[in-house]
Nanobody, 126 residues
Framework: QVQPVESGGGLVQPGGSLRLSCAAS????????IGWFRQAPGKEREGVSC????????YYADSVKGRFTISRDNTKNTVYLQMNSLKPEDTAVYYC???????????????????WGQGTQVTVSS
């Protein structure tokens, strides 16, 4: 069974950093596009970043460009989201999702992804 498992969320002060992990349970991660999404209370789900399976190319939402970095460790079958310079507006539940690649590049569109983790809460507050 394909199951992404997130970890690493928590409470951090503005300007701080967190690293989220997405571990692959039941599948080999680098055969899939992996995306990170987030949803804040009362808001729609937002695509944050994704990494393509074939070449590891990364894509970011404008709201996180320059602050967040997605990476993949194939030896650990894990994708990471390094989040720096965090802002209160980054507060949300963060989800990892996976999809067998429908095309070469990954997308930040949630409905394209088939497998979702349970989410991890990130709270940025002083």
């Amino acid at each position: 069974q394909v199951q992404p498992v997130e970890s690493g969320g928590g409470l951090v002060q503005p300007g701080g950093s967190l690293r989220l992990s997405c571990a692959a349970s039941g599948f080999t991660l680098n055969y899939y596009h992996i995306g990170w999404f987030r949803q804040a209370p009362g808001k729609e789900r937002e695509g944050v970043s994704c990494i393509s399976s074939s070449d590891g190319r990364a894509y970011y939402a404008d709201s996180v460009k320059g602050r967040f970095t997605i990476s993949r460790d194939n030896t650990k079958n894990t994708v990471y989201l390094q989040m720096n310079s965090l802002k209160p507006e980054d507060t949300a539940v963060y989800y990892c999702a996976a999809v067998v690649p429908p095309r070469v590049v990954c997308d930040l569109i949630g409905f394209l992804y088939d497998y979702w983790g349970q989410g991890t809460q990130v709270t940025v507050s002083s």
